[in-house]
Structures are given as structure tokens and as C-alpha cells.
């Protein structure tokens, strides 16, 4: 009984750790998300459920995050920012290597003057 308990519990474990998934990513441009805006450079993106948090060093940022699942894999991770404010808000990321695109929440109060550009 210990040991279905025990595996039970294990298997438990070993499926919430892997619900979380991580990517590495390098933002080319300054980045407003969540409200923050997060200079250029290497950042890693864990993603658990709806919620992504985008760490460099011992800065992180939340914000809410829905996981796509494309037709193709892409070739290389894209980020796709819009412009508004006259600032760049980060809106997607394609991971490249998979099927799978980040799509970030939109904050309030802000408005897309300008179609998604792709650095």
C-alpha cells in the first residue's frame, strides 16, 4: 500500500514539474510587458498554465500568457512586438525548434497604433 502511495505521489510530482515548461530568449529592442519595461538582452521565459514569468538575473516580470500550438515547427525563436505609446510591447514569441508560440496578455489601457513588427 506504501509503495502505490508512494508512486502515486511521485507520478503526482513529476507531472505538475513538467506542466511548467522554459525557454531562453533575446529581446533585441526595449520591452514594455506587464507594465515593466525590460531592456535588451538574454531573458528566460517559464511559462506555467496561463501565467509566464520572464526572469534576467534577479529581475522577473508576470504577466498572463496563452501557449499556441502551430501546424510547423519554426527555425528560429521570433518575437513579435507592437508599437504603441511610442514604445514596443511585447506581444508574441515563436520558439524556435517547436511548434509553439507565447501570446502575451494585452495590458490595459494600451492601444496598438501601428501592426506587430518582428525583430
Do not use: C, W
Amino acid at each position: 500500500m506504501k509503495s502505490v502511495l508512494g508512486i502515486t505521489l511521485f507520478a503526482s510530482l513529476a507531472l505538475a514539474a513538467g506542466s511548467s515548461s522554459s525557454y531562453n530568449v533575446t529581446l533585441s529592442e526595449r520591452a514594455v510587458i506587464a507594465g515593466k519595461e525590460l531592456k535588451p538582452g538574454d531573458y528566460t521565459v517559464e511559462v506555467n498554465g496561463g501565467q509566464a514569468v520572464i526572469k534576467k538575473g534577479k529581475e522577473s516580470v508576470a504577466a498572463p500568457v496563452s501557449v499556441q500550438s502551430g501546424d510547423q515547427k519554426f527555425s528560429r525563436t521570433s518575437i513579435r512586438y507592437d508599437r504603441a505609446d511610442g514604445q514596443y510591447h511585447l506581444d508574441q514569441i515563436q520558439i524556435g525548434g517547436t511548434k509553439t508560440t507565447l501570446v502575451f496578455g494585452k495590458e490595459s489601457g494600451t492601444q496598438v497604433n501601428k501592426p506587430a513588427e518582428v525583430r
